[in-house]
């Protein structure tokens, strides 16, 4: 497994920025597919954006598809969420998640290595 650490959530205003940062340590960055979901309170995780080993594939869940970008610099071992034009609904605790083996799985089974989560919170 790789430990995950994430950062840079906050407290932001509708139609605002932020960027959250998820970074690893333990084993080679670049062996493990990235993911990123959320949950809100009262309601299961959900799937909102994924990146390759590599960097090459991403994939998005539709709700935030156009706003938000995924990133990572393996020199770094960090991956990035970059999330522009936020709205309330997009309030919750944010996780980065690590697999080994499938790039894009939009389930939280496969991903062995998660963060402790960063919560975001956007205002009205």
């Known amino acids: 497994q790789v430990q995950l650490v994430e950062s840079g959530g906050g407290l932001v205003q509708a139609g605002g920025s932020q960027r959250l940062s998820c970074t690893a340590s333990g084993r080679t960055f670049n062996n493990y597919h990235m993911g990123w979901f959320r949950q809100a309170p009262g309601k299961e995780r959900e799937f909102v954006a994924a990146i390759s080993g590599s960097g090459v594939r991403k994939t998005y869940a539709d709700f935030v598809k156009g706003r938000f970008t995924i990133s990572r610099d393996n020199a770094k071992n960090t991956g990035y969420l970059q999330m522009n034009s936020l709205k309330p609904e997009d309030t919750a605790v944010y996780y980065c998640?690590?697999?080994?083996?499938?790039?894009?799985?939009?389930?939280?089974?496969?991903?062995?290595?998660w963060g402790q989560g960063t919560q975001v919170t956007v205002s009205s």
């Open positions: 998640a690590a697999d080994p083996t499938r790039f894009g799985g939009r389930d939280t089974q496969g991903y062995d290595s």
